[in-house]
């Protein structure tokens, strides 16, 4: 079946420093990627998204591109900040399953000014 | 647009009752589907509605079960609980979009004592 690895955590950063979380996958097909955030407390929240190979998802200053060859899609970050600690997990989606998504362990992220 | 809403928050229970939580989706999504996430198994899969039909089904007991409603708002029962049922659960919405992204709920925080 679908799976997701991600890197394992905690990752702990000193302010401004760059950040690449790894993240491989496994599926049939050509799944849609993604990279969600958890804060605290929270729910969700879609960070960024690649639907198909090569396609470079971006927000927040945050980057992950589609790779087929290695069937990776790593988050990375050129310059953190202590507000972008917090939990982050990569995703996949299967164009055969649209409302099931498999996700990884998930990367607990700790950025110290 | 409105978020996904989830209500009760946080719940507490008894070993053996039931319980049920409620989703409201994204105003125009049809397919709600719903996870399970506790510390030690992460983000679980549970089940997808779309248009009050099950899609799609995860690998949990007969004791959850779930339906959605003509406007999309889905609940989702967990019946005879276990302490193990202790977790957090969050609902997602999907439109009908070729990215599948699903947005996600603040989740309820189930307690089983």
């Known amino acids: 079946g679908d799976s997701v690895t991600q890197m394992e955590g905690p990752v702990t950063l000193s302010e401004e420093a760059c950040l690449t979380i790894?993240?491989?996958?496994?599926?049939?097909?050509?799944?849609?990627l993604f990279w969600y955030v958890q804060y605290p407390g929270e729910g969700l929240q879609l960070l960024l998204k690649?639907?198909?190979?090569?396609d470079k998802g971006s927000n927040k200053g945050f980057e992950a591109t589609y790779r087929k060859e290695t069937t990776s899609f790593h988050l990375e970050k050129g310059s953190v900040q202590v507000s972008d600690s917090a939990v982050y997990f990569c995703?996949?989606?299967?164009?055969?399953?649209?409302?099931?998504?498999?996700f990884g362990d998930g990367t607990t992220l700790t950025v110290k000014p | 647009k409105a978020g996904v809403t989830q209500t009760p928050r946080y719940l507490i229970k008894t070993r053996g009752q039931q319980v049920t939580l409620s989703c409201s989706p994204i105003s125009g999504h049809r397919s709600v589907s719903w996870y399970q996430q506790t510390p030690g198994q992460g983000l679980q899969f549970l089940f997808e509605?779309?248009?009050?039909?099950?899609?799609n089904k995860g690998n949990f007991p007969g004791r959850f079960s779930g339906r959605q409603f003509s406007n999309s708002r889905s609940e989702m029962n967990v019946s005879t609980l276990e302490l193990g049922d202790s977790a957090l659960y969050l609902c997602?919405?999907?439109?009908?979009?070729?990215?599948?992204?699903?947005?996600f709920g603040p989740g309820t925080r189930l307690t089983v004592t």
């Open positions: 509605y779309f248009s009050e039909t099950q899609r």
């Open positions: 995703a996949l989606v299967p164009r055969t399953n649209a409302g099931k998504s498999t």
């Open positions: 997602a919405s999907s439109g009908s979009g070729t990215s599948y992204e699903q947005y």
């Open positions: 690649a639907t198909k190979a090569d």
């Open positions: 790894n993240c491989t996958y496994t599926a049939t097909g050509y799944p849609s």
